[in-house]
Nanobody, 125 residues
Framework: VQLQAFGGGLVQAGGFLRLSCAAS????????MGWFRQAPGKEREFVGR????????YYADSVKGRFTISRDNAKNTVYLQMNSLKPEDTAVYCC???????????????????WGQGTQVTVSS
């Protein structure tokens, strides 16, 4: 599956953005999806994951309660709604697809075989 993330931009602290990740192929609904981010000078980190059906989600503690992942399998798209943004949320965000049915609470990235190009999110203070 090929992925393309978009929707990033510049926003003030406290603001919101919604990222989208469009997938190609007709088997999108068989993939768990994840969002990751990488800030300058830092390692890539887990943001959240959603199950194949969208019925289960899990988030990093740093974004829990502020970010929401959803998906529309009819549109082959997964979303990341980001509210109450903070300057420390500034990073390149990318989406990834996993063909494996594992626990949604798994925060690793080794099961994700497809990665999209990232989209820059910058939060100003």
């Amino acid at each position: 599956v090929q992925l393309q993330a978009f929707g990033g931009g510049l926003v003030q602290a406290g603001g919101f953005l919604r990222l989208s990740c469009a997938a190609s192929g007709r088997t999108f609904s068989s993939y768990a999806m994840g969002w990751f981010r990488q800030a300058p000078g830092k390692e890539r980190e887990f943001v959240g994951r959603i199950s194949e059906s969208g019925g289960s989600t899990y988030y990093a503690d740093s974004v829990k309660g502020r970010f929401t992942i959803s998906r529309d399998n009819a549109k082959n798209t997964v979303y990341l709604q980001m509210n109450s943004l903070k300057p420390e949320d500034t990073a390149v965000y990318c989406c990834a697809a996993s063909p494996f049915s594992i626990a949604t609470t798994y925060t690793g990235e080794d099961d994700f075989g497809s990665w999209g190009q990232g989209t820059q999110v910058t939060v100003s203070s």
